[in-house]
């Protein structure tokens, strides 16, 4: 067994579990990660798309009461069949447009130098919107309308641009569009589930024959590391947003955003 590949493999699903909720981007962090750690071929394409899965499942098992109860009941409890229409909803903006543009993005779009940009550009944003954003009304999950589910996913769609963040697209929308923090942050947990599992299960299809029985180790230990780690970040970020706004996170993202341009350009 290789262990520079498996300390690699240790450093990426950690990178991918603390950055997956977090309005900072997981994919710019990703392929910033992957360049500096020479981890950045085919196979370590496949390997991201194994530890997001990770990290999805994490959403899965810390909300799994929830998910199961409106699954049970999605026939007969108007409060479950409106929470799936507005999954459903805020999902098919990002899903149609990234299955559209997939192979653009990804062609010409992964670059450290876009991802630091990005960044740059999200920090600003999110700046701006905790200034000048103060009227939500939504406080809970269940009020969310069908129009402001498709505001989100609109919203969304933003972050297929690498170093935009998904999380921090749905959670910072949510909120222009009325939601609270902890509403939005709790609606970006949920809306994470069908995205990204659309998401690696398209691309693993396309990457299938990349995949072999020797990866295993490597794979299994990012896919391990990335679950535990985004398990412990839901955690602390829903008690997080519960009293801080985030400010530390937009600063974060310029300050790390320059220091990315200036090591790589």
Same mark, same amino acid.
């Given at each position: 067994?290789?262990?520079?590949?498996?300390?690699?493999?240790?450093?990426?699903?950690?990178?991918?579990?603390?950055?997956?909720?977090?309005?900072?981007?997981?994919?710019?962090?990703?392929?910033?990660?992957?360049?500096?750690?020479?981890?950045?071929?085919?196979?370590?394409?496949?390997?991201?798309?194994?530890?997001?899965?990770?990290?999805?499942?994490?959403?899965?098992?810390?909300?799994?009461?929830?998910?199961?109860? @409106?699954?049970?009941?999605?026939?007969?409890?108007?409060?479950?069949?409106?929470?799936?229409?507005?999954?459903?909803?805020?999902?098919?903006?990002?899903?149609?447009?990234?299955?559209?543009?997939?192979?653009?993005?990804?062609?010409?779009?992964?670059?450290?130098?876009?991802?630091?940009?990005?960044?740059?550009?999200?920090?600003?944003?999110?700046?701006?919107?905790?200034?000048?954003?103060?009227?939500?009304?939504?406080?809970?999950?269940?009020?969310?309308?069908?129009?402001?589910?498709?505001?989100?996913?609109?919203?969304?769609?933003?972050?297929?641009?690498?170093?935009?963040?998904? &999380?921090?697209?749905?959670?910072?929308?949510?909120?222009?569009?009325?939601?609270?923090?902890? @509403?939005?942050?709790?609606?970006?947990?949920?809306?994470?589930?069908?995205?990204?599992?659309?998401?690696?299960?398209?691309?693993?299809?396309?990457?299938?024959?990349?995949?072999?029985?020797?990866?295993?180790?490597?794979?299994? @230990?990012?896919?391990?590391?990335?679950?535990?780690?985004?398990?412990?970040?839901?955690?602390?970020?829903?008690?997080?947003? &519960?009293?801080?706004?985030?400010?530390?996170?937009?600063?974060?993202?310029?300050?790390?955003?320059?220091?990315?341009?200036?090591?790589?350009?």
């Amino acid at each position: 067994m290789d262990i520079i590949l498996i300390i690699k493999a240790i450093i990426m699903g950690l990178v991918e579990g603390v950055t997956e909720f977090l309005p900072i981007s997981s994919t710019g962090h990703l392929i910033i990660a992957g360049d500096i750690l020479n981890f950045n071929d085919d196979k370590a394409n496949v390997f991201e798309i194994v530890i997001q899965l990770g990290a999805i499942l994490a959403v899965c098992f810390e909300f799994r009461k929830r998910l199961t109860d @409106t699954i049970s009941h999605i026939f007969n409890e108007p409060s479950a069949q409106g929470f799936a229409i507005n999954l459903a909803i805020a999902f098919m903006p990002a899903a149609l447009l990234g299955l559209y543009f997939h192979d653009f993005i990804k062609q010409y779009l992964f670059s450290p130098i876009t991802v630091a940009i990005a960044l740059i550009v999200g920090g600003f944003v999110i700046l701006l919107i905790e200034k000048f954003t103060s009227h939500s009304n939504t406080k809970q999950i269940e009020a969310i309308t069908p129009m402001q589910a498709l505001k989100i996913g609109f919203a969304q769609s933003l972050s297929l641009i690498p170093g935009v963040s998904r &999380a921090g697209a749905t959670i910072l929308g949510g909120m222009v569009f009325g939601l609270t923090r902890q @509403t939005a942050t709790e609606f970006s947990f949920f809306l994470a589930i069908p995205i990204m599992f659309a998401a690696t299960g398209y691309d693993l299809l396309k990457n299938w024959e990349l995949l072999s029985a020797a990866d295993l180790p490597i794979f299994a @230990t990012g896919f391990i590391i990335a679950f535990l780690s985004a398990l412990l970040v839901i955690k602390v970020l829903i008690r997080y947003v &519960a009293n801080h706004d985030f400010t530390v996170f937009a600063w974060y993202r310029i300050i790390f955003g320059v220091c990315v341009l200036i090591y790589f350009w």
